[in-house]
């Protein structure tokens, strides 16, 4: 049996390597990394296990392309957000839009991308370590702006408020759903305007 290319909703299609990834992130999703096996993955696109390895090399590679791509992404929307120069607060609200637009095209690949690049091996659970840095200096950065800029709160400790925002933002998969009432722009503004809240400079 071989795996034929199917339409996507948008009308692209999609080939086996598509298919194969989109199965794992799945099934990772659903059993976790170590509870996924190359048979599991093969079963669920309708190949034999052998097959599999003629689109893939291994499980770990299927993890790190997904891992790495997700936290790539991710990044890339900061650095978008960087280059713009905006205002502290608008910054932050801009980035908060960006990540929800990237958790709601897939909130499954995006817990995979959370909380599975522990199962990665050397070195390249140490890169996604220095990427994942990357996008926290993006907020310890434009935090720390906002309260030289006097838009934060001079008492603000930088750390704290930096983890509590991606806290807040990293739990986001967990509960977002496609078929609510509110878009992914309209969560991220309330969800900006409640963060930034506890930001902003006291009078």
Known sequence: MTLEPIPSPTGR?????????????????????TGTTMRDIARAVGILPGSLYAHIESKDAVL??????????????ADRVDRQRL????????????HLRIVAENPQRTLVVFHQWRYLEEPHR???????RHYEEFFTHTVRAGVVDED???????????????????????????DGPATPDQIADSLAAALLTGLRRRS
């Open 13 to 33: 299609r999609s080939g086996p390597r598509d298919l194969i990834f989109d199965a794992a992130t799945r099934l990772f999703g659903e059993r976790g990394y």
């Open 152 to 178: 934060f709160d001079a008492g603000l400790d930088v750390k704290v408020a930096v983890l509590g925002v991606l806290g807040a933002l990293n739990w986001t998969p967990e509960w977002y759903s496609p």
């Open 87 to 98: 205002p502290a607060g608008e910054a932050l609200h801009a980035v908060i839009r960006e």
């Open 64 to 77: 790190l392309e997904i891992i790495e791509g997700g936290v790539d992404r991710f990044n890339a929307a």
């Open 126 to 132: 140490s890169r996604l370590r220095t990427k994942r």
